[in-house]
């Protein structure tokens, strides 16, 4: 791959000023951190909010808190000098984590050759640091990205997003692209090109109760059905073409002497592509009993749809490559089996994925980061900044 030498030498600039400023992207790290935010305690949220704030606002830019109805709200950045009618690319990220109040107690913040652990970190608590000090960056070496970083960050990611939706969506169609700062694909750091669509579907028999001894033939067992349909629904699985359907949960009966008069099945499904969701939503809808007495009646589908190879896609995985180049590191892609909001934006902007943290553990005990590894992935965010328009390419 050819290399420009000016744009290889803004690049190592840029290295260089974030390489000088790791002791402070540590220190911010470990404040956010400390700073515990579960999805379902929607008052958390307010203080790793105010935290990224101020840190936003003192790198001049405009900084608005949207009000959560049932979750902690989000947040919304603009730079302090942005002109008018300038095209924006969006930096996409949620503070938000999976561990509940007190995990600080058991799974305590601790730093270790090189590494950072902590509830939160790699997912994706260091990925927002290193928006942060991308910024800044640009902002110290005097650097203007001819097209506006905007920041939006929500605080119901892990949840489904329902709240945030709506804002990230309107966001996406308006900009130029958005870089997704989910943490990266394992330890390696693979960025995220491809991510599954997830759907979840309850699917609920309705039976007839009758004493299981004396007159089962006045029944009909929503059992016997489900076990039927549970069938069917496994037979749906595609591994080539990276279908999974799942019944990960199960309930039905009153008691063992009761034909049982109801029963359920919650399903996960996954894929890879928006034709083969569109398709096996239509065949979980087509569930037909075949039991007498009974009726099937499906609820949910899919909230999140694929994050696709798209050419405006792969025309910015291509030009991460080339940043990367220029300051010197490697990286590569991956697909990634569970959703991000980058899965809502790739509808309508070019959106890459997993630009954040280099680490592992995501969601469990043992989650970390590499700290070294957060200087790089900040140069490679703020040179993929300066990068010119891509919407139309491709």
Same mark, same amino acid.
């Given at each position: 791959?050819?290399?420009?030498?000016?744009?290889?030498?803004?690049?190592?600039?840029?290295?260089?000023?974030?390489?000088?400023?790791?002791?402070? %992207?540590?220190?911010? @790290?470990? +404040?956010?951190?400390? #700073?515990?935010?579960?999805?379902?305690?929607? $008052?958390? !949220?307010?203080?790793?909010?105010?935290?990224?704030?101020?840190?936003?606002?003192?790198?001049?830019?405009?900084?608005?808190?949207?009000?959560?109805?049932?979750?902690?709200?989000?947040?919304?950045?603009?730079?302090?000098?942005?002109?008018?009618?300038?095209?924006?690319?969006?930096?996409?990220?949620?503070?938000?984590?999976?561990?509940?109040?007190?995990?600080?107690?058991?799974?305590?913040?601790?730093?270790?050759?090189?590494?950072?652990?902590?509830?939160?970190?790699?997912? %994706?608590?260091?990925? @927002?640091? +290193?928006?942060?000090? #991308?910024?800044?960056?640009?902002?110290?070496? $005097?650097? !203007?990205?001819?097209?506006?970083?905007?920041?939006?960050?929500?605080?119901?990611?892990?949840?489904?997003?329902?709240?945030?939706?709506?804002?990230?969506?309107?966001?996406?169609?308006?900009?130029?692209?958005?870089?997704?700062?989910?943490?990266?694909?394992?330890?390696?750091?693979?960025?995220?090109?491809?991510?599954?669509?997830?759907?979840?579907?309850?699917?609920?028999?309705?039976?007839?109760?009758?004493?299981?001894?004396?007159?089962?033939?006045?029944?009909?067992?929503?059992?016997?059905?489900?076990?039927?349909?549970?069938?069917?629904?496994?037979?749906?699985?595609?591994?080539?073409?990276?279908?999974?359907?799942?019944?990960?949960?199960?309930?039905?009966?009153?008691?063992?002497?009761?034909?049982?008069?109801?029963?359920?099945?919650?399903?996960?499904?996954?894929?890879?592509?928006?034709?083969?969701?569109?398709?096996?939503?239509?065949?979980?809808?087509?569930?037909?009993?075949?039991?007498?007495?009974?009726?099937?009646?499906?609820?949910?589908?899919?909230?999140?749809?694929?994050?696709?190879?798209?050419?405006?896609?792969?025309?910015?995985?291509?030009?991460?490559?080339?940043?990367?180049?220029?300051?010197?590191?490697?990286?590569?892609?991956?697909?990634?089996?569970?959703?991000?909001?980058?899965?809502?934006?790739?509808?309508?902007?070019?959106?890459?994925?997993?630009?954040?943290?280099?680490?592992?553990?995501?969601?469990?005990?043992?989650?970390?980061?590499?700290?070294?590894?957060?200087?790089?992935?900040?140069?490679?965010?703020?040179?993929?900044?300066?990068?010119?328009?891509?919407?139309?390419?491709?």
């Amino acid at each position: 791959m050819k290399i420009d030498p000016l744009q290889a030498k803004i690049a190592q600039r840029l290295r260089d000023y974030l390489h000088n400023r790791q002791t402070e %992207m540590t220190n911010l @790290l470990a +404040q956010l951190v400390l #700073a515990e935010s579960p999805s379902v305690v929607a $008052e958390s !949220q307010h203080q790793v909010l105010s935290l990224l704030q101020t840190e936003l606002e003192q790198r001049n830019y405009r900084v608005k808190r949207i009000p959560g109805q049932k979750t902690g709200g989000q947040l919304f950045a603009v730079p302090g000098d942005r002109t008018k009618n300038q095209s924006i690319q969006m930096l996409l990220g949620h503070c938000d984590t999976v561990w509940p109040l007190n995990t600080l107690k058991k799974m305590p913040l601790r730093q270790k050759q090189g590494k950072m652990y902590g509830p939160g970190i790699y997912d %994706m608590k260091a990925g @927002l640091v +290193q928006v942060i000090f #991308a910024l800044e960056a640009l902002r110290a070496l $005097e650097i !203007q990205p001819e097209i506006a970083p905007v920041i939006f960050i929500n605080s119901d990611e892990e949840i489904g997003s329902n709240e945030s939706k709506v804002h990230i969506q309107r966001l996406a169609k308006v900009a130029d692209r958005v870089f997704v700062m989910e943490p990266s694909l394992g330890p390696s750091g693979k960025l995220k090109t491809q991510r599954k669509g997830l759907g979840e579907f309850t699917v609920h028999v309705i039976g007839k109760a009758a004493h299981a001894g004396l007159e089962p033939e006045k029944g009909a067992s929503a059992i016997l059905e489900l076990s039927f349909a549970i069938q069917q629904l496994f037979a749906l699985n595609d591994p080539e073409r990276g279908i999974t359907v799942n019944v990960g949960n199960i309930d039905g009966g009153i008691r063992p002497n009761v034909i049982a008069p109801s029963s359920k099945a919650v399903v996960d499904v996954r894929v890879l592509h928006r034709e083969d969701a569109d398709r096996i939503d239509a065949k979980i809808r087509s569930l037909q009993p075949s039991t007498p007495g009974t009726k099937i009646i499906v609820e949910g589908g899919f909230d999140r749809p694929p994050l696709e190879k798209t050419p405006g896609n792969q025309q910015l995985w291509q030009r991460a490559q080339k940043a990367a180049s220029e300051l010197g590191i490697e990286i590569d892609e991956a697909t990634a089996g569970g959703g991000s909001d980058g899965n809502f934006t790739s509808l309508y902007a070019p959106t890459l994925d997993g630009l954040g943290a280099v680490g592992d553990a995501a969601h469990a005990p043992g989650e970390f980061v590499y700290l070294d590894l957060m200087v790089e992935r900040s140069a490679l965010l703020s040179r993929l900044l300066l990068e010119s328009a891509i919407k139309n390419i491709g």
